[in-house]
């Protein structure tokens, strides 16, 4: 099976660490004669043109291209190995969860990557079971601690919110569930109080805004400002930018729920 769309990311980002020896894990020595395969004259460059055309970007080149690619492929993965964790956190594999994953890849890579990440995806089922629970969980965390390493604050927060969608895909979120996102959200150096803040959005009452700020009702003006000058640094879409338009997509609907939470509480307070 060729993993085309994700080998950018495997050379440029994670060919070493916890997720380079996951995926080495997955598929064994097809690992390593895919990385002798790719980094050849005759295929180089191969998988980034695939990559412009199924971004419909304009072409880019060198070194920029390069780095967008395997940032793009590198998030992607993570999304995938995080997913795995998340998905099973209450027990059992829920169609609405899985077919958000396949919805994303899809936007992203076409009916090929939508493909290739479900088989991925199912992988890393696999080596949960075989290794058992406790020690995919070291797996997931020890991972974590690479994407933190690798990752901008923006880029995780934007991990962090897919985690959020999948959880809630199948209309109902799980209380493991929150307690695993919260958990990754720790893993990945941030507060697990910006899951919170995520299970507030899209919602229209008072009090899910106030959770989307992070800040108490009782909180002053001053705070509840300054709460929200924070999440709109934090969460602009532009910051994702290099990870693709799609993801960018998913940040500004993520950045313009934010804004409609911050419109209710400046309307309640007459500010």
Not at 65 to 77: A, E, H, P, V
Not at 87 to 93: E, L, T
Request: proline share 2%; aromatic share 8%.
């Amino acid at each position: 099976m060729a993993l085309g769309w994700l080998i950018g990311g495997v050379l440029g980002f994670m060919s070493g660490g916890p997720l380079g020896a996951l995926l080495g894990a997955l598929f064994g020595s097809m690992f390593g004669n895919m990385l002798d395969g790719v980094n050849t004259p005759e295929t180089q460059g191969v998988f980034e043109d695939a990559f412009d055309r199924g971004n419909g970007n304009a072409r880019r080149t060198g070194r920029t291209r390069r780095t967008d690619y395997g940032q793009r492929n590198s998030f992607l993965f993570s999304m995938l190995v995080l997913a795995s964790y998340i998905i099973k956190a209450d027990g059992k594999v829920m169609h609405s969860e899985m077919e958000l994953v396949r919805n994303v890849l899809h936007q992203n890579f076409g009916d090929v990557g939508r493909d290739q990440g479900n088989d991925i995806l199912n992988r890393l089922f696999d080596e949960q079971k075989r290794v058992g629970a406790s020690q995919f969980r070291q797996t997931v965390m020890d991972c974590c601690g690479q994407m933190a390493r690798e990752m901008d604050y923006s880029q995780r927060l934007q991990l962090l919110n897919f985690l959020v969608m999948i959880s809630q895909a199948d209309g109902r979120v799980d209380p493991a569930e929150v307690t695993a996102m919260k958990e990754c959200a720790q893993w990945l150096q941030m507060s697990p109080d910006e899951v919170d803040s995520m299970l507030g959005l899209g919602k229209d009452d008072l009090e899910s805004a106030y959770r989307v700020l992070g800040v108490s009702p009782n909180a002053s003006d001053d705070e509840v400002k300054k709460a929200y000058r924070r999440l709109a640094l934090e969460h602009h879409p532009d910051k994702v930018a290099a990870l693709g338009e799609d993801i960018r997509k998913a940040a500004e609907k993520k950045f313009q729920e934010i804004n409609a939470a911050k419109e209710r509480i400046w309307k309640a307070r007459g500010l």
